[in-house]
């Protein structure tokens, strides 16, 4: 548990670096550390589809944000040249953090049980309170879990969809901006 506590401060550090620094590549790269630790995160706490998801949503908005500012900036030919100490500081500190993303994350996967090993946590809890007077009252336990939780989830995931649809309409619309 200990684990997610330090996911969490770590997400939370680098959202603060991605919003303060001034250089965009990096705040790309410390967005893109709070995406990895959110899935790492999914897959710590035995969700693997959520963890997929992420990975995929982050690594296309990664490409997408890189694509755009080596598109939109010039980036200086620093080859040859002689780096400084801020460079060099900066090398090391992503390699440090780097291999310290690596072992967490090599140490998270083996946490994930072997395929087809049950997993027996939520499915008593559900299998406990499906066919109590809690559920729908349905005798079948898989009609019951589908309208009683699996509703919530889909509830939930329709909701931040909608959400998500809304910032994009309102960050791309053209009425109300000033040219």
Do not use: W
């Not at 809890?125 to 879990?145: D, H, K, W």
């Not at 998500?164 to 000033?178: D, P, Y």
């Amino acid at each position: 548990m200990i684990e997610l506590y330090l996911f969490l401060i770590f997400m939370v550090t680098a959202a603060i670096i991605a919003t303060e620094i001034k250089d965009l590549m990096a705040a790309v790269i410390s967005l893109g550390a709070v995406g990895f630790s959110v899935a790492i995160m999914f897959i710590m706490l035995q969700a693997p589809d959520l963890a997929i998801v992420q990975i995929v949503v982050e690594v296309l908005t990664i490409v997408i944000f890189v694509a755009v500012i080596l598109r939109t900036t010039h980036i200086d030919k620093t080859i040859g040249k002689k780096l400084s100490g801020t460079q060099i500081l900066a090398i090391v500190s992503f390699s440090g953090f780097a291999i310290l993303f690596l072992i967490v994350m090599f140490r998270t996967l083996q946490e994930i049980p072997a395929f087809g090993e049950p997993i027996m946590k939520v499915a008593m809890e559900y299998i406990r309170l499906g066919l109590s007077s809690y559920g729908p009252g349905g005798a079948n336990i898989v009609a019951n879990v589908i309208l009683d939780f699996r509703a919530l989830d889909t509830l939930g995931e329709a909701t931040v969809l909608f959400t998500s649809v809304i910032a994009v309409v309102t960050l791309i619309r053209k009425s109300g901006r000033k040219k």
